[in-house]
């Protein structure tokens, strides 16, 4: 005889009603990429520069001292969008997860990442007015071109940065599955080239003090909405280049 048994519902196990959500629990097992490392990386650049400031200061420097170490965990999440799609592509695939589903699921996770990576700038920044400079003039997260309109532009400045990095790291990941190593690097040598044959015309133009000014004018803001564009761009050939990859 044959017992049927109907589990409750809550004894049944829990699945996120978004597939989209599954892809975000899915980045998130391994929070070492998305969390830990990044959180490391900023607290050993803000310790490295803190030293440096100190030994400056003790020096007798009495200006203020700006660091661009913060950039320092914003270029690794181009290494964590290379690996959320190293680590995770196929499992997902394995899951039966749509490739859209897996592009929009992995963004998302990114922008969790990146919300949580921004406050803790802003933070640091707000921390570091109060204190002028931890005591001695000395700013790793607040510099006045990124804060000039405030905590919240900043805060968005640095979202956007980290959200630009990722999506880079990930489109290149795909592009090395898709197309190999070869494909990969001629890619990267081609948009060094383009940039130095831009940086060439410029030059040769002598057009450096109009693109210094025309930097200015747009502001910290201004650049994070271009790159917020070239963001939103790089996302859809990431996914146009996700539909190609091959199983």
Known sequence: MTALIDHPPEARTSRPKSRILGVVRLQFTNRQTFIWMP?????GAWLITLIIHWIIASAGVDGPMYSGSSQAPLWYFAIVGAQAVNLTFYFSQAM???RREFCLGS??????????????FVVMGLIEQATEGYGMNGYVSYLPWVWEH??????????VLT???????????????????????????AIALALLA??????VNQAWPEVWAALVDAQAVGLALWALGLSAVFALGSYLTVRRLTT
Do not use: Q
């Not at 922008?111 to 406050?119: F, L, T």
């Open 96 to 98: 039966s997860l749509t």
């Open 150 to 159: 405030g905590p919240l532009g900043a805060g968005f400045v640095y979202f």
């Open 163 to 189: 959200i630009l990095c990722y999506i880079l790291g990930f489109w290149f990941a795909i592009v090395y599955k898709r197309f190999g190593t070869l494909i990969l690097t001629s890619s990267l040598i």
């Open 39 to 43: 959180l490391l990386i900023l607290t």
């Open 198 to 203: 831009g940086a060439a015309w410029v030059n």
């Open 107 to 120: 963004f998302l996770a990114a922008a969790i990442s990146a919300v949580g990576m921004s406050a803790v």
